[in-house]
């Protein structure tokens, strides 16, 4: 899936996961009962300060920093439905409200400013996307990280139903988020994120189920309930740091990732052959080809990797950067259209550097106007 590729996108699941940390502790501290908190013996405090600070850092990262905004959102009107159904007379979402204009202020500090508020809503709303792009499609539930998928939304909403108080802000959490999944491909792992601590929440009503369920359809009951009980022994004998635990084993995924991940100076020797056109690159360069390159959609982010500045791709995989009109001319290109020369001209393009079987290669071949300079397993470069 390419959400999980290697690119700013994955900061975004990390500033997410902060994000919702962050709001998930703040009830408790101050809205849920004011004046005491459940998780430092007392004392009154949160860290909603931080939120504007990460907000800046991740609009410099990825313009998925627009979650902020809609969750906190999200908090905002629970809370303001929680206070009206109690009738209360504070409206204890106030500083909510001054967090979400501080994180819009400090999402300004980027270089584009202001317009990259506006960004998100092009890339969403682009019918583009959903027409070309796999990712922005909605979900094959014929794959096997759909059924995931799948097994856990149905797991939630059966959590929820064996659930005899359910949160308000968890519920809209929940059918926003599952709504963006079901849009797109590319909202699942932010659907996860959303998903997994309302499941922590609630997933011991459905084992009490089932254990009640075991213990009066099974045999083995009498078994299952002598060993719960001795468990439980064990348990009142042993007690374990869960905080102190959650950071060791943390720390231990950061020195893993930290060895096995590759440094940007072993990039190449990582990339796979068999799916980048490496040895085409190192032949462009060596050769020193003048001219413009048509390039595969899905090459053109290692292209850059490889043999920029000295060559600029015709498009990447970050469709939204460019113009609807050069993807489609990308399209009438690829697809030997009617006018596609014409546009090859426009682009003053010199060589094609090509999937070795694609139809377009093979269409080249047979002109007599076009040969090929270079030829691997996987690629394949054409010149005019």
């Excluded at 740091?241 to 940007?264: A, C, E, K, T, V």
């Excluded at 050069?326 to 399209?331: A, G, N, T």
Aim: one cysteine or more; hydrophobic letters at 50%.
């Amino acid at each position: 899936m390419g959400s999980f590729s290697e690119r700013p996108q994955l900061f975004s699941y990390l500033f997410f996961i902060l994000l919702l940390y962050l709001l998930s502790i703040y009830p408790v501290r101050n809205l849920r009962n004011p004046g005491k908190s459940s998780i430092s013996n007392g004392v009154n405090k949160n860290y909603l300060f931080i939120l504007p600070f990460l907000t800046a850092l991740w609009a410099n990262c990825h313009a998925s920093f627009f979650l902020v905004f809609v969750v906190l959102l999200v908090f905002i009107f629970a809370e303001y439905i929680k206070s009206y159904l109690k009738a209360e007379a504070t409206f204890r979402g106030r500083l909510l409200i001054v967090i979400l204009f501080l994180t819009i202020l400090f999402s300004l500090i980027n270089p584009n400013t202001y317009k990259l508020l506006f960004y998100p809503f092009g890339t969403i709303f682009n019918p583009m996307h959903t027409k070309y792009i796999l990712e922005w499609q909605s979900p094959n539930f014929h794959l096997l990280q759909t059924k995931i998928f799948e097994f856990m939304l149905l797991l939630t909403i059966l959590c929820f139903a064996l659930s005899k108080e359910i949160d308000l802000t968890d519920l809209l959490l929940f059918l926003i988020f599952t709504h963006l999944a079901l849009d797109s491909v590319r909202h699942l792992p932010l659907f996860a994120l959303v998903a997994t601590p309302i499941l922590g929440k609630h997933i011991s009503n459905l084992i009490s189920l089932f254990s009640e369920i075991l213990e009066k359809f099974t045999a083995r009951s009498l078994l299952i309930f002598n060993l719960r009980q001795k468990i439980k022994r064990v348990d009142k004998g042993v007690s374990l740091n869960i905080p102190l635990l959650n950071w060791l084993i943390l720390l231990s995924l950061i020195i893993f990732l930290s060895y096995n991940l590759p440094h940007s100076n072993k990039f190449t020797s990582c990339v796979k052959v068999s799916e980048f056109p490496l040895g085409a690159a190192e032949f462009i360069k060596e050769n020193n080809l003048k001219g413009n390159m048509f390039n595969e959609y899905d090459w053109g982010g290692f292209l850059i990797f490889k043999l920029y500045p000295d060559y600029r791709v015709f498009i990447d995989g970050r469709m939204d950067i460019y113009a609807d009109k050069v993807f489609l001319d990308y399209l009438k290109i690829g697809r030997l259209e009617t006018g596609w020369e014409k546009i090859c001209r426009k682009y003053k393009i010199k060589f094609f550097l090509l999937k070795r079987d694609s139809p377009f290669a093979q269409a080249l071949r047979e002109r007599e106007d076009f040969k090929v300079i270079y030829q691997d397993k996987l690629s394949v470069i054409i010149k005019k």
